[in-house]
């Protein structure tokens, strides 16, 4: 397999943009691990943007925020369950559920919980805590 290293040598002539770009990838290569810091760092702006758009009374805004935290959080998880991180797992996989709510699809976001009910049932009461305070404070 060619590493990026190498291919800056093998694309010499297509200018100093191209050799950038390439650098950059192969520092980001080396830097980034399983768990990505950007993609947590924008998936906590999307839901800043969503709390904002809340408290403006921007529904529809509110909702494209959410959405968009919801399944960032859903990579994220499957990225802590990829490096053995179950906590982080099951308290990303809550968060969607609670995104998902928050943009007004509260079906998608009980079809969540019902999942983490059954695959970490030792956890139980915490799920159903972050169930029971989505319905009584937090209109889908």
Do not use: Y
């Not at 950007?38 to 921007?58: F, H, I």
């Not at 369950?81 to 559920?97: H, K, N, Q, T, Y």
């Amino acid at each position: 397999m060619l590493e990026v290293s190498h291919l800056a040598s093998l694309l010499i002539g297509l200018g100093r943009t191209t050799l950038a770009v390439l650098e950059c990838i192969k520092n980001m290569s080396m830097i980034s691990g399983p768990v990505s810091d950007m993609l947590m760092t924008v998936k906590s702006r999307e839901v800043q943007r969503g709390m904002l758009a809340e408290m403006r009374g921007d529904r529809p805004s509110a909702a494209r925020h959410f959405l968009a935290a919801a399944h960032l959080e859903l990579v994220l998880a499957a990225d802590f369950d990829e490096i053995g991180d179950a906590d982080l797992a099951l308290r990303s996989r809550l968060s969607a559920a609670s995104c998902f709510w928050r943009a007004g699809d509260p079906m998608s976001a009980r079809g969540l919980i019902e999942n983490l009910l059954e695959s970490h049932p030792e956890r139980a009461a915490i799920i159903r805590g972050v169930l029971d305070d989505l319905e009584q404070n937090v209109s889908p």
